[in-house]
Each structure stands twice: as structure tokens, then as C-alpha cells.
């Protein structure tokens, strides 16, 4: 259904956005009220390179980033957590990284403000992509929000073509960001371009509905829209349906399961983690709904900690707080 090319030295490379966050210490409180600030690296690719990394599997990055001290930054806690910089480009022409302020007004209200003129990520060129990078991988990220100006796009369908020419498989986040895009017809066509080549497509189901903005079909239920890509050639699609639990879709089954209880800390960050602990789970070959499951883990433990790369987990902390929360609640509720 599914093969990675276990002869590949490289398991994944996450391409697109790299920025800088900082979350507020002052914690429930409206961002004009907070005054302290940790810096973390942030960016959901980034994040999903850093969480897949925590897990031990061997990570690639292709991006870029400004010339001064926060790309340094960045490329220096890449290779602090083991993530080859080869393909992280630096920008020439004085592009600086996205700064992202989070607020954390309560444990279910959180906000972004972002930074994101004359950005760094998105000056990511074709002839930053390596091919070689590529065909020794078994698999690359694309992130939405890399589709979203060129000459990131372009960037982006490169290494689309190099995957596909390769046997590298291709998951496709959608990643959702408003800032940048031009119009919702501007957003189907890229997103159902990326969404025909791809393997595996992880994305929320209002995500799916801009995926599908132009054709306007009429069944968007979980099961309709699975299947409308499912027959355009991916093998796993996962709608994400946030406290609601996530689905998994392939052509012969489906599987679902419900989010672990947890104390929140803050709304956001959990999306990262889900994807990097699901896919794990499918680069180990592991059953999907045991993937779905420690996606799931994963993403509860991040949204009660206050940073997202800083505070991916590793394998064993995963696999412990599922102990935890099942002997505490019960199984999961899921079925396949």
C-alpha cells in the first residue's frame, strides 16, 4: 500500500517555513498585556523536522533563512537536535525570518501574529533544491504555506518532480496559513496541484474545504472527500478534527480515534506534533491506527507545554504517557 525505501540514509525532509516564535511567559493574558517573551524556533515544517528528530529518525531540511544572528540561530538548533542543514539556503538580498507573538489569553483562546513582509522562507529557489537531497530520502513534507508565493512554489513542485522521479514518498501538510495567499481560487489550485502528486495528505477539514474550493463538490463528508483523493493516487488521508479526535483514510479502510485528555496550556502547537508522531509511526510500519494513536499523544502533550520544538517528545516519553492516560481513563476510543 504504502512502501518507504528502507535502503534510503535519510527517513525525512520536512521543506518549507522556518521562523522564530516567542510565546509569552505572562501566560492568560491579552498579548498588549504581556511583557516577557522565550524565543524558540518555530515554523511548522521546522517543528515537524525537530519532533521527527526527538524520535530518533534521520532528518533533512530544505528552507531558508536570513542572513544574521536569528538564521544563525535556526541553523545552529537544527544541528543541536541532529537535523542536516544541507539544504538550508541563506538569503542574499536582506530577507529576514518570520517572528511569530503568540498570545495565550486562556487554555482554549490563543492567537498568532505574524511577521511575515519581505520573508525569508519564501525566497526559497528551484536551485536551492538538490536532487541528490531527495532521491536519499524516503520521504519529504511539503507545507502548505510554502505554495503560497513564489518563487517557494516553484521551489516546492521541484522537489515534488525529483520525489516522484526517485520512488521518495510525498506527504502533504496542508498547513493553513491566511497571511500571503491572494485569493481562496488561488489556494484550490495549488493545494489540488500538490494534493494529485502526493502520497499521504494530513490537513483539518476546513483545510480540505479550500483544497476543493473551485470544484464546490457536494459531498464533504470525511468519507467523500477521502475518497476524491484517495482516486486521485494518495494512499493515507487524514482529516483532522481537533478536540473531536482524527480519521484515517486508505482505499480498503478507515480508522478513527479520539483525542487523550489533557490539561491544556495553550491552543496551538499540537497540529506539529501530531504529524511528526504519526508519521514516525508510519516510517516504523506501524499500523495506522497505532500510528493515529500516538499522533494523538503526542499532539495532548504539546498543547500542555508552552513551547513546540522545544518541547517535542521523544519516543519513551510518548509511549509513557499513553500508559498513563490508559490506566487512568481507559482505552482509547477508536475503532478501525
Known amino acids: 500500500m504504502l512502501k518507504f525505501n528502507l535502503d534510503r ?23 498588549d498585556e504581556s511583557k516577557n517573551f522565550n524565543k524558540y524556533v518555530g515554523g511548522s515544517p521546522a517543528n515537524i523536522a ?10 533533512g531540511f530544505i528552507g531558508k533563512v536570513s542572513d544574521d544572528s536569528f538564521g544563525k540561530y535556526v541553523v545552529d538548533y537544527f544541528k543541536e537536535n541532529n537535523i ?10 536582506g530577507e529576514s525570518l518570520g517572528l511569530t507573538f503568540t498570545e495565550i489569553k486562556s487554555p482554549t483562546e490563543s492567537s498568532i501574529l505574524m511577521y511575515r513582509n519581505g520573508i525569508a522562507d519564501l525566497m526559497l529557489e528551484p ?38 522521479k526517485h520512488g521518495t514518498v510525498i506527504i502533504f501538510d496542508i498547513d493553513y496559513r491566511g497571511y500571503t495567499w491572494k485569493s481562496k481560487e488561488e489556494i484550490a489550485i495549488y493545494y489540488s496541484l ?3 502528486f502526493s502520497d499521504i495528505i494530513i490537513g483539518s477539514l476546513e483545510e480540505f474545504e479550500l483544497m476543493e474550493g473551485i470544484a464546490n463538490f457536494e459531498d464533504r463528508t470525511d468519507e467523500g472527500i477521502s475518497k476524491r483523493w484517495l482516486d486521485n493516487g494518495n494512499k493515507i488521508v487524514i482529516i483532522k478534527h481537533g478536540k473531536d479526535g482524527s480519521s484515517a483514510y486508505t482505499n480498503n479502510s478507515s480508522y478513527s480515534i479520539k483525542p487523550f485528555p489533557v490539561k491544556l496550556l495553550k491552543s496551538f502547537g499540537g497540529g506539529d506534533a501530531y504529524a511528526s508522531a504519526l508519521i514516525y509511526g508510519l516510517l516504523e510500519g506501524w499500523d495506522i491506527l497505532d500510528s493515529l494513536e500516538f499522533g494523538s499523544a503526542s499532539a495532548a502533550m504539546l498543547v500542555a507545554s508552552h513551547s513546540c520544538s522545544e518541547d517535542m517528545p521523544t519516543v519513551d516519553e510518548i509511549k509513557e504517557f499513553i500508559s498513563q492516560k490508559k490506566e487512568e481513563f481507559g482505552e482509547m476510543v477508536a475503532k478501525g
Request: proline content about 6%.
Open 9 to 31: 540514509p535519510m527517513d525525512i525532509i520536512p521543506i518549507g517555513r522556518v521562523a522564530i516564535d516567542f510565546n509569552p511567559t505572562d501566560i492568560h493574558k491579552p498579548l
Open 84 to 93: 542536516d542543514t544541507n539544504g538550508v539556503a541563506t538569503c542574499t538580498n
Open 50 to 59: 525537530v519532533g521527527l528528530s526527538r524520535l530518533g529518525k534521520k532528518v
Open 127 to 164: 536551485s536551492d533544491v538538490s536532487e541528490e537531497y531527495i532521491k536519499n530520502s524516503k520521504a519529504i513534507v511539503i507545507s502548505g504555506t510554502a505554495l503560497s508565493a513564489s518563487p517557494s512554489r516553484e521551489a516546492c513542485f521541484t522537489a515534488i518532480e525529483y520525489a516522484k
Open 194 to 196: 500538490v494534493g494529485r
